[in-house]
């Protein structure tokens, strides 16, 4: 679950981080009157992506006529393939200097760690790849979290070699930082947050720190446990807030296994290594995989059926490969809900179905006496949808 930037810093906020002074808006009107409120802004649009600012999702504005004009600009805009919803309307800061400052899952060390670079405002993956020096490490003791005295001694680390943000000494800086580590951390546990990062965390001209951006990702398998972040009270009635792909939010409201990957082929299998599998035979046949989507063993009709629905909402594909390995899984039952769901939601892209095992010749049967391409080998079965996807882009 990604929340948008205006929900990380209303987070960040009740943790006790300073924020800029803010307004959502979803039109250029509501901008207007954002501004009448803040004065100069920023309008920042509202998706669940970084690069928004190279994407020109973000624009000044320093009158009223400014404001409502960037507004109208950035809520026609999709950025990275986001339709931008609503924008931030959030008070100019006076900037004295950026740091960055985030909180992960380290994996490889069954643990959270602390990040901190003096290289603030730019993507830290950037930053992580052309000098990885630049960024000090801490990894805190789970059940203690960070210590004043780590704090004091990670944002001394960091600042070996650079040169201060804002004209701060080191420990002044240092001394900044422990109460706000402390909050970032907390805030990070509270939300079973995979990831809960600032960037940049802005020092003003005053010499404090306050967060300029935000990102937060909440671990999905633990958002039982956040119901208050299911719904905004700030946003439209019932609006989610995590700022998802909305086909992998239809997916689950659909009860499947679904990742959206973005390409052209829709991919459907019985089992995740089989549909990995499936996914790396379309790359090699030079398609691009829409989805991965498992209906697991025993799928019957009918779970078949909302899978094709559920890849076919996806306006991108050209193709779709159903490769089922049987057992339990009937190869005639795979055939009865493909052949179900192309005639009820008239999938009108090309079929292409693998099945091996259990009934296999009578699915393959079906599948033929319904005008879809059966197949029993799955490198064949890629390749040939691969195939009759590019053809169909062409003739289309």
């Given at each position: 679950m990604k929340l948008l930037e205006h929900q990380a810093k209303a987070q960040l906020a009740r943790a006790g981080v300073a924020v800029p002074s803010g307004r959502l808006a979803r039109s250029a009107d509501e901008a207007r009157a954002a501004f009448e409120?803040?004065?100069?802004?920023?309008?920042?649009?509202?998706?669940?992506?970084?690069?928004?600012?190279?994407?020109?999702?973000?624009?000044?504005?320093?009158?009223?006529?400014?404001?409502?004009?960037?507004?109208?600009?950035?809520?026609?805009?999709?950025?990275?393939?986001?339709?931008?919803?609503?924008?931030?309307?959030?008070?100019?800061?006076?900037?004295a200097g950026e740091l960055y400052c985030g909180i992960a899952v380290d994996r490889d060390q069954r643990g959270l760690v602390?990040?901190?670079?003096?290289?603030?405002?730019?993507?830290?993956?950037?930053?992580?790849?052309?000098?990885?020096?630049?960024?000090?490490?801490?990894?805190?003791?789970?059940?203690?979290?960070?210590?004043?005295?780590?704090?004091?001694?990670?944002?001394?680390?960091?600042?070996?070699?650079?040169?201060?943000?804002?004209?701060?000494?080191?420990?002044?800086?240092a001394a900044l930082l422990v109460p706000f580590v402390g909050a970032l951390y907390d805030l990070a546990i509270r939300l079973d947050a995979t990831l809960c990062e600032v960037n940049p965390l802005v020092v003003t001209d005053q010499g404090q720190l306050v967060a300029g951006d935000a990102k937060i990702e909440v671990d999905p398998s633990s958002e039982f446990r956040h119901p208050e972040l299911a719904v905004d009270p700030s946003t439209d009635a019932g609006a989610a807030t995590s700022g998802e792909d909305p086909l992998d939010v239809e997916a689950r409201v659909r009860g499947l296994t679904y990742v959206h990957l973005g390409g052209s082929i829709g991919v459907i299998g019985n089992g995740a290594g089989l549909v990995m599998n499936t996914l790396d035979l379309v790359k090699q046949s030079g398609g691009e995989p829409a989805n991965f989507l498992d209906i697991g063993g025993g799928a019957r009709a009918e779970v078949v059926t909302r899978a094709l629905e559920m890849v076919a909402l996806d306006p991108a594909v050209r193709g779709i490969f159903v490769n089922i390995f049987g057992g339990i899984t009937r190869g005639d039952e795979v055939a009865r809900g493909v052949i179900a769901a192309r005639d009820a939601a008239g999938i009108r892209v090309p079929l292409v179905v693998r099945m091996t095992g259990t009934r296999e010749e009578e699915g393959r049967r079906l599948l033929l006496e319904a005008g879809i391409t059966p197949a029993t080998g799955a490198p064949e079965a890629a390749a040939a949808i691969v195939a009759l996807a590019r053809a169909g882009a062409a003739s289309g």
């Open positions: 409120l803040l004065g100069p802004v920023a309008v920042k649009a509202q998706v669940p992506i970084g690069g928004r600012g190279k994407a020109g999702g973000i624009r000044l504005a320093r009158t009223a006529d400014e404001a409502a004009a960037a507004a109208t600009a950035i809520l026609q805009m999709e950025v990275h393939g986001y339709r931008v919803p609503s924008v931030l309307c959030e008070q100019l800061l006076a900037i602390v990040m901190l670079s003096l290289a603030g405002g730019v993507e830290i993956e950037e930053v992580a790849a052309a000098t990885p020096g630049r960024i000090a490490r801490l990894w805190p003791d789970p059940f203690a979290g960070p210590l004043p005295f780590e704090v004091r001694r990670l944002a001394l680390s960091a600042c070996v070699g650079e040169a201060v943000p804002g004209g701060l000494l080191p420990v002044r800086l």
